[in-house]
């Protein structure tokens, strides 16, 4: 089944340890993003790529870096998570560039920082 | 006003009762609307989508658009406890197409 995967489903580091996250996606698709969500919160988006076009949010902080090496690969880079960083890190994908309708969702990763 | 404001609720039904959902939004989403469900700890999942004034259905729930009067709803029939969830309504943001989430409703379906 076509689908986004994201590993590691749980991830624990420690204050200041850098740490990646991983998305893959067999839908072929052109657009991925990344997105944090803490909880009882709406996913907040942190940047997208359009093929190899990278699109940062304003309000990223620059701890976070994301690389997409090739279509289905996306990857995020916590260079020094904070405590504050804890939360579920998701990764979607979508069919359409320009008009970013029907995003699918991987599983997330929980992201424990201690 | 917000992009897409949505009644953060809880809401609460019994079982076989009809839930409604509900979002407002601004001009400054375009008017494409998608809603996730989204159980504790999981990830969001695409239940629904509505580009067109009017009604969708699709099963036991409902989309509902009126562009006028900027509103979108979801409407889901026959209640089941498997439907306990926190339900957000999106739309693209025009300036930049990215989707914007509502803070999302928590449906609680009571046996």
């Known amino acids: 089944d076509a689908m986004v995967i994201q590993n590691p489903r749980y991830q624990v580091t420690q204050f200041g340890k850098p740490v990646t996250l991983s998305c893959s996606q067999t839908l072929n698709h052109n657009v991925m993003y990344w997105y944090q969500q803490k909880s009882s919160q709406a996913p907040k988006l942190l940047f997208h790529?359009?093929?190899?076009?990278?699109?940062n949010e304003a309000d990223t902080p620059d701890n976070f870096q994301s690389r997409r090496p090739n279509t289905s690969f996306c990857f995020l880079d916590i260079r020094s998570p904070g405590l504050g960083d804890a939360a579920m890190y998701l990764c979607?994908?979508?069919?359409?560039?320009?008009?970013?309708?029907?995003?699918?969702f991987g599983p997330g990763t929980r992201l424990t920082v201690l | 006003q917000k992009e897409v404001e949505q009644n953060s609720g809880p809401l609460s039904v019994p079982e076989g009762a009809i839930a409604s959902l509900n979002c407002t939004y601004s001009?400054?989403?375009?008017?494409?609307f998608f809603w996730y469900r989204q159980y504790s700890g999981k990830s969001p999942e695409l239940i629904m989508f509505?580009?067109?004034?009017g009604d969708k259905e699709d099963g036991r729930f409902t989309a509902q658009l009126n562009k006028a009067s900027q509103y979108v709803s979801l409407l889901i029939r026959d209640s089941q406890p498997s439907d306990s969830a926190t339900y957000r309504c999106a739309a693209p943001r025009r300036s930049q197409g990215n989707l914007i989430f509502g803070k999302g409703t928590k449906l609680s379906v009571k046996p």
């Open positions: 509505i580009y067109s004034n």
């Open positions: 790529y359009y093929d190899k076009d990278f699109n």
């Open positions: 001009d400054r989403v375009s008017q494409s």
């Open positions: 979607a994908t979508s069919p359409r560039g320009l008009s970013y309708n029907e995003q699918f």
